[in-house]
């Protein structure tokens, strides 16, 4: 059981958008600015997509994009790509006992 | 670029110990800026962080309570690598290990390629 919630799965067509949101609590996502994405192809090592809630690594394309209210993230993927279609997880900070967790991942089916 | 390869057995026997080691290049091991963890991932448990290593002047370790009496996070400076070991296991412990580097507030930016741990008599 994972500390934060994701939807299963979520699908888009290309060139579509789709969002996936990330649920915690006042003790991690609500708590901090500490908020990452990865992204996951079966097989592959995760990547690291988008750091702080808000900000992207260099190299990752602005179509990706985070945002955070009270609670709940949200990652925003704009023009979807078939390339796109992976697993993706968000991460929160936890405080200095917990230190981190993360969410139980969303599969994303570009369709 | 960083690189992270992981090594280690792929069937460990329940009670014994999971040993995992990851050569790490384009960085080193006990730079001052950044910090070094293993997470793992299992179906039935999701990606779970599992401790950190770094260098501030000193060593600093950090375990998940989930482990804590278990584990232990090693880093080789002359060889610049990482290490793990996980005691007691059991087929709970059966999962994808990751050996990963973070920068900031646990910023994962570097990830090994993963080694699948299946323990089982």
């Known amino acids: 059981q994972s500390a934060l919630t994701q939807p299963r799965s979520v699908s888009g067509s290309p060139g579509q958008s789709v969002a996936i949101s990330c649920t915690g609590t006042s003790s991690d996502v609500g708590g901090y600015n500490y908020l990452s994405w990865y992204q996951h192809h079966p097989g592959k090592a995760p990547k690291l997509i988008i750091y702080?809630?808000?900000k992207r690594p260099s190299g990752v394309p602005d179509r990706f994009s985070g945002s955070k209210s009270g609670n709940t993230a949200s990652l925003t993927i704009s023009g979807l790509q078939a390339d796109d279609e992976a697993d993706y997880y968000c991460c929160s900070y936890a405080g200095i006992y917990t230190h981190v967790v993360f969410g139980g991942g969303t599969k994303l089916t570009v369709l | 670029q960083v690189q992270l390869q992981q090594s280690g057995p792929g069937l460990v026997t329940p009670s014994q110990t999971l040993s995992l080691t990851c050569a790490i290049s384009?960085?080193?091991?006990?730079?001052?800026?950044?910090?070094w963890s293993w997470i793992r991932q299992s179906p039935s448990r999701g990606l779970e962080w599992l401790g950190r290593?770094?260098?501030?002047?000193?060593?600093?370790?950090d375990y998940a309570e989930s482990v804590k009496s278990r584990i232990t996070i090693n880093a080789d400076t002359s060889r610049n690598q990482l290490s793990l070991q996980l005691n007691s296991v059991t087929p709970e412990d059966t999962a994808v290990y990751y050996c990963?580097?973070?920068?900031?507030?646990?910023?994962?930016?570097?990830w090994g390629q993963g080694a699948l741990v299946t323990v089982s008599s």
């Open positions: 290593t770094y260098y501030r002047s000193k060593w600093y370790n």
């Open positions: 384009g960085d080193s091991v006990s730079s001052n800026n950044i910090a």
């Open positions: 702080d809630v808000t």
């Open positions: 990963v580097r973070y920068s900031g507030w646990y910023n994962f930016d570097y």
